[in-house]
């Protein structure tokens, strides 16, 4: 997209949004992507690269799907996997920016993504939904009952055994965060194994835990997502007939049947609605609603802060 058709279509979204009573967010991994939480290249090898030499991963994903010989070391992975993504700071304050757009505006995020960067950037929990679960939470992998743990004081407590050091990151992180090593003498004091005494396991059965991640039918929706799920539903039954702006936001097509298509769908329903679709490579919408939506095929934050400015 030119600089030129993307500054109209950011003057475009400007006017669906101030037009719009309500504004329904649908955020996917392209937004989080945007604010420099990357899954692969530079910043993968900063803090995985003893996994990437001993196993040949080239993403995180991959590793998080790898057999490991010994929970000790699964856990070993997952707690860098969740330190780096949930409880460590973004290289760039993308969602803040968001935050501070919808500030006066009534509003919902519907979201794919399990990094809990909205509530890290201080938006209201009570208006997230969290479809797909939490980096930050732990369940049974059996499960044999449907309850979440936090596990922010376990996962830090793996990431000092395995030798991370403590530090301020550059990104606003604040002092207490882990860091990746700096060097390969650094690399030299970090081991790919946790002690087995902090390898989580179920209160109840005893069963090792598991991420609370819908990648199965073992997936445990609590009673903290059911009333999320609706609070959404409430939010979606308001949006009939409104004037509403649907804002989706690095949706791609891996669970489109979550944000892309209600959205879409209800855009068709509703003649005061407005899509608005902003994704680098995927920004579309369905000749049905052609009319009424603005996509923009450009970098999230950048768009962002020029609908800040605007």
């Known amino acids: 997209m030119s600089e030129a058709a993307q500054s109209a279509g950011v003057e475009r979204l400007a006017e669906a949004f101030d037009a719009a009573d ?15 939480l990357a899954y692969s290249g530079e910043r993968f090898e900063r803090w995985f690269a003893d996994f990437a030499r001993a196993y040949s991963f080239r993403d995180m994903y991959s590793g998080g799907f790898f057999p490991y010989a010994t929970l ?3 856990w070993a992975y997952w707690s860098r996997y969740i330190w780096c993504n949930r409880y460590g700071a973004p290289p760039r304050d993308t969602y803040g920016v968001l935050r501070e757009l919808l500030v006066g505006k009534d509003h919902f995020v519907l979201t794919t993504n399990v990094d809990h ?5 201080g938006f209201d929990k009570r208006r997230l939904f969290y ?17 979440t743990y936090d596990n922010e004081e376990t996962v830090r407590a793996m990431m000092a055994a395995q030798g991370f050091a403590l530090g301020k990151t550059e990104t606003g992180g604040g002092e207490g965060a882990f860091l990746p090593p700096c060097d390969a003498d650094a690399w030299e004091h970090i081991t790919r194994r946790v002690p087995t005494e902090l390898v989580p396991r179920c209160p109840r059965c005893g069963a090792p835990m598991s991420m609370n991640l819908r990648a199965d039918d073992t997936f445990v929706e609590d009673a903290g997502w059911h009333a999320a799920a609706a609070r959404y539903h409430a939010f979606v039954e308001r ?23 209600p959205f879409w769908r209800m855009t068709s329903e509703n003649a005061q609605a407005t899509y608005a679709c902003v994704n680098k490579g995927e920004a579309f919408a369905p000749s049905i609603i052609a009319d009424r939506s603005v996509c923009l ?14």
């Open 131 to 147: 479809t797909q679960g939490d980096y930050g939470l732990w369940q049974c992998s059996r499960p044999c009952h449907a309850e």
């Open 239 to 261: 949006c009939r007939g409104a004037r509403v702006l649907f804002l989706e936001l690095g949706v791609g097509g891996n669970t489109p049947v979550i944000v892309k298509y």
């Open 72 to 74: 000790e070391e699964h």
């Open 22 to 36: 309500l504004v329904l967010v649908g955020a996917g991994a392209g937004l989080s992507t945007s604010a420099g």
């Open 117 to 121: 960067q909205f509530q890290r950037a």
């Open 297 to 310: 095929d450009a970098d999230i934050d950048e768009v962002l802060r020029g609908l800040a400015r605007a």
